[in-house]
């Protein structure tokens, strides 16, 4: 697996991955996205976030990593979003995309409480259960990273 920087040519996969159902249902505030409104949301993200594709053998995406500097749960940090292609879920590439992202910062995630695949593969790429470890209304469990583990 390789990580390479993502590109505008990256943007209708990537739309493709966040429209769908599942990803929908445990993303926060995401919601229908039309396909404007998502190149218009990837333009200022891809300014300002650290973004990486994660490829397997013939250049087969599977994956992308964001990573923003932001404050959230009253934390200032590096915050990583991961998404993998709906077709790809469940053969541990999202743990391998976490596992291949190195920073020397420490990482926090943001993770839907139900959303068991997710978890683990944050948990198997080193990632804990932070001290501030749930949004008020339960629904989100922040994780943190102090330093990569491979």
């Not at 978890?119 to 922040?142: I, N, Q, T």
Request: glycine residues 6%; aromatic residues 12%.
């Amino acid at each position: 697996m390789i990580l390479r920087p993502v590109t505008a040519y990256d943007a209708v996969a990537i739309y493709c991955w966040r429209a769908h159902p599942e990803t929908q249902r445990f993303t926060p505030d995401l919601g229908r996205v039309t396909i404007n409104e998502h190149l218009e949301w990837f333009v200022k993200r891809l300014q300002r976030s650290l973004w990486y594709m994660a490829e397997c053998g013939d250049a087969c995406a599977v994956g992308v990593i964001r990573v923003d500097q932001r404050v959230a749960a009253a934390r200032e940090g590096l915050w990583v979003s991961l998404l993998v292609d709906p077709t790809k879920r469940g053969c541990g590439y999202g743990t391998q995309i976490l596992q291949k992202y190195y920073h020397e910062q420490p990482l926090l995630a943001q993770i839907h409480r139900l959303n068991a695949p997710s978890l683990r593969a944050f948990e198997k790429a080193g990632f804990h259960l932070a001290p501030f470890a749930a949004s008020r209304d339960g629904a989100w469990l922040y994780y943190d990273r102090e330093r990569n583990v491979v």
